[in-house]
């Protein structure tokens, strides 16, 4: 089928944003995503009309559209952030990250997949996270034929068990493993209701999450902006910490911006890392 997507959505950008690590251009200019049960492939085919497949249209409107955040108007986000740069010092810096970062969305992802992906994420390339996740989803997912490829959807907590754990030590995790054990097992055992919550406001969420072995404020708020969508959120890594030391003059200006303080922390993240970055998809 095809869709028509008006407001800011570039699927190279999107891939590449460091939010997710599963979706992948797998042939030039087809993209695809997997998510929980569910998969699908893009293609630009025209401006804002794309070529979807692998999904019905029931599955777009009831599951992608939310993933992707089409609800949410990124251009009036960034105009927003326009207006911001122009209160602060810093304002060129901030206009300049967020035309590179254009086309990025918050997506909206599944919580266990999240949780699990950033605590691997410590100290580690986008690559080799990449790496460790697609073999977790191997070892312990549930394998599909797709019309284009064979693909393997990331785990339950269930096909976790006392038997096949020792396989996270393979998985290229490192001392993560331990951590990515107690956080299965804390879901397991019900000590965490990864669905419950979503019913917490947002330092509470955070506090929730930071008790999982291994999980800081880093992880933590990672897993609440990219799951739980609390897009005010700001995980603060090395690039981040890099912006507020050199281009803030040591100020957090997240503070300052709001509510969609995420999206920003988002856009700097992506244009301090790929300030020459070309887009196709």
């Not at 281009?247 to 200006?253: A, L, Q, R, S």
Request: aromatic content about 12%.
């Amino acid at each position: 089928m095809q869709v028509k997507i008006s407001d800011d959505f570039d699927l190279k950008k999107i891939v590449a944003s460091g939010q997710c690590f599963r979706p992948k251009e797998i042939t030039p200019g087809l993209f695809r995503f997997i998510s929980g049960k569910h998969f699908v492939y893009f293609k630009r085919i025209g401006d804002d009309i794309f070529d979807v497949s692998g999904c019905s249209a029931e599955e777009w409107e009831g599951f992608w559209k939310n993933y992707f955040d089409l609800q949410t108007n990124y251009a009036d986000i960034r105009r927003k952030i326009f207006d911001f740069a122009e209160t602060v010092a810093c304002g060129n810096f901030l206009k300049d990250v967020t035309d590179c970062g254009e086309g990025i969305r918050i997506l909206r992802q599944e919580r266990f997949e999240m949780l699990l992906s950033f605590i691997i994420s410590q100290r580690r390339s986008i690559p080799s996270i990449r790496n460790s996740v697609e073999l977790i989803c191997k070892f312990f997912g549930r394998e599909v034929e797709t019309p284009c490829e064979k693909i393997f959807l990331f785990p339950e907590p269930e096909n976790f068990n006392a038997e096949n754990i020792g396989k996270l030590s393979k998985c290229g995790t490192g001392y993560r493993a331990d951590y990515l054990k107690d956080a299965i097992e804390k879901i397991l055992s019900g000590e965490i209701d990864l669905a419950a919550l979503d019913n917490l406001p947002d330092e509470k969420l955070v506090e929730e999450l930071k008790k999982i072995r291994g999980v800081g404020d880093k992880v933590a708020n990672c897993v609440a902006l990219y799951a739980y969508h609390r897009a005010d959120r700001v995980p603060v890594d090395v690039w981040i910490k890099r912006a507020i030391e050199e281009d803030f003059g040591g100020e957090n200006i997240f503070e300052k911006f709001g509510k969609n303080a995420g999206v920003l922390q988002q856009y700097i993240f992506f244009g301090k890392r790929n300030k020459k970055f070309s887009s196709v998809g």
